[in-house]
């Protein structure tokens, strides 16, 4: 069995030394906010092989928040995709681990992203011609919140409802901020999602069994598309970094890394 509680760790840790060694800012508050809900997907719901990233019956993941990059690197490291020498040349020239997602199966990127609100309707894309194969593999998309604001979000919701996309699941990260403030809708999000027709599904975001439960339904879900608004703290896991969007995109000092890892009890 996998321990999921122990990844997550390994993750943040691997996302703070990352995010210093690189030496420039990066985005981190909505990385760190992802980490329990990529964790229990790849661990535990997502049909995939690092051994072998083109199997053709694989599950899809699409990362649309693409600025949270760095949540998505280190769960390809810690589910054997990418290695630790890989991951340290994040935002380094020649790198293929840039600030967003770049499309490389080889390293399990299935989608380039950064511009918002594109990963719903490429994920509907993929899921209709999956049905139309009568193919039993499901896409995951990924949001952010803040994401949901772009119109564009709710054309393919409002079209994947309509076509009964049943093998499409979004999971909105939804820790109440973007990158300039609060995000004024993160509150009735569960409302707008199910207007539009989807089967909604709310659960605390670094609940490690809530979000199995959700995540196992939406998976076994027939007639309409699910979401899974997960409900999370941007910066989890680093006291002074929780709900503090002064790390949306920030740079981690050596002393804030010194901080951050006493925090995590690491001397
Ligand atoms: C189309 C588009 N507009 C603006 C941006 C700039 N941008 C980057 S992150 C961000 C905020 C996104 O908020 P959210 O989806 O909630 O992400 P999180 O708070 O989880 O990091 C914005 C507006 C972008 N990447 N794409």
């Known amino acids: 069995m996998i321990d999921i509680e122990g990844l997550c760790r390994e993750m ?19 990385a760190l906010s992802m980490i329990e ?33 760095l949540g998505y ?34 390293l399990g990127i299935e989608s380039s992203n950064g511009s918002l609100g594109q990963g719903l309707s490429f994920g509907l894309g993929i899921a209709l011609g999956m049905k139309k194969r009568q193919q039993s593999r499901k896409v995951y998309v990924f949001l952010g919140d803040g994401e949901c604001n772009e119109g564009s979000v709710w054309e393919s919701a409002s079209l994947a409802a309509e076509t009964s996309a ?21 509150d009735r999000m569960a409302k707008v999602w199910e207007a539009f027709g989807w089967r909604v599904l709310v659960v605390d975001g670094h609940s490690l069994d809530q979000l199995s439960t959700a995540l196992e339904t939406a998976k076994n879900a027939t007639g309409a598309p699910t979401v899974v608004i997960a409900n999370t703290t941007k910066g989890k896991g680093i006291s002074f970094m929780e709900g503090n969007n002064d790390w949306h995109h920030n740079r981690i000092t050596q002393k804030i890394y010194e901080q951050a890892l006493s925090e995590m009890g690491v001397a």
């Open 37 to 69: 809900i990529m964790a229990v997907l790849f661990g535990k719901i997502l049909k995939h092989d690092a051994g072998n990233p083109h199997w053709y019956d694989r599950d899809i993941f699409i990362l649309s928040k693409g600025h949270g990059v």
């Open 73 to 106: 690197f280190v769960t390809l490291k810690a589910f054997g995709y990418i290695s630790e020498e890989k991951l340290s040349t994040f935002q380094s020239n020649g790198s293929d681990l840039i600030a967003h997602p770049v499309k490389n199966i080889d």
């Open 166 to 186: 049943s093998n499409l699941v979004a999971i909105v990260d939804n820790n109440g901020f973007r990158n300039d403030g609060p995000n004024g809708t993160s």
């Open 12 to 30: 943040r840790l691997d996302l703070l030394k990352t995010g210093y060694e690189c030496g420039q800012s990066a985005h981190l508050g909505g």
